[in-house]
């Protein structure tokens, strides 16, 4: 790729306005990995299945493995490395309550599904929680776990 195809990104990304000069087609988790340095976004299936890339755009959460990094420019990034500021959010500290993760590859889009969810949304049901998490896989924990974190934050 020529420099001629590079254009300049501006973005706030975990509460930082930076700016980037990518090609505007690249995925959004390869740049915000190699360029921004963020790690929270895993790189899976490469094609939106898996969920381990996803990020909040905006609050609504995406597969950047999907989304052209075009996207996301004059726009709010968050990602797992964000989420967490002094202490750990409510969701990261309901999965670590409730061991909801065992290798923790996927963790970070279960975790920013599920903050979205509660972002948007007062009441939450159980049935609200497997929508959010629905897009993504986790081949280790078998959700009960996960899903159990998710339910223990609706009480609160």
């Known amino acids: 790729m020529s420099s001629a195809d590079r254009k300049h990104l501006s973005l706030t ?3 930082k306005t930076i700016t980037l000069l990518s090609q505007p087609s690249a995925p959004l988790v390869d740049v915000l990995r190699d360029e921004a340095g ?3 976004p895993r790189i899976g299936c490469r094609n939106g299945d898996c969920g381990a890339c996803t990020v ?7 597969k950047s493995c999907i989304v052209a990094c075009a ?4 726009r709010e990034v968050e990602t797992l490395d964000g ?7 409510a969701v990261q500290e309901a999965f670590w309550s409730h061991n909801a993760f065992q290798c923790g590859y ?3 889009g279960h975790i920013l599904c599920l903050v979205a969810l509660f972002r948007q949304q007062d009441k939450v049901t159980r049935q609200d929680i ?3 998490i629905a897009g993504n896989l986790c081949r280790c924990t078998g959700y009960q776990n996960i899903v ?7 009480d609160r």
Request: negative net charge.
């Open 106 to 108: 996927c963790m970070s």
């Open 130 to 132: 497997d929508d959010a």
């Open 38 to 40: 963020v790690k929270g």
């Open 148 to 154: 159990n974190a998710a339910l223990s934050l609706i």
């Open 13 to 15: 990304l975990n509460g």
């Open 56 to 62: 909040l755009i905006d609050d609504e959460p995406y």
């Open 71 to 74: 996207r996301a420019d004059g």
């Open 83 to 89: 989420l967490a500021k002094d202490t750990l959010s």
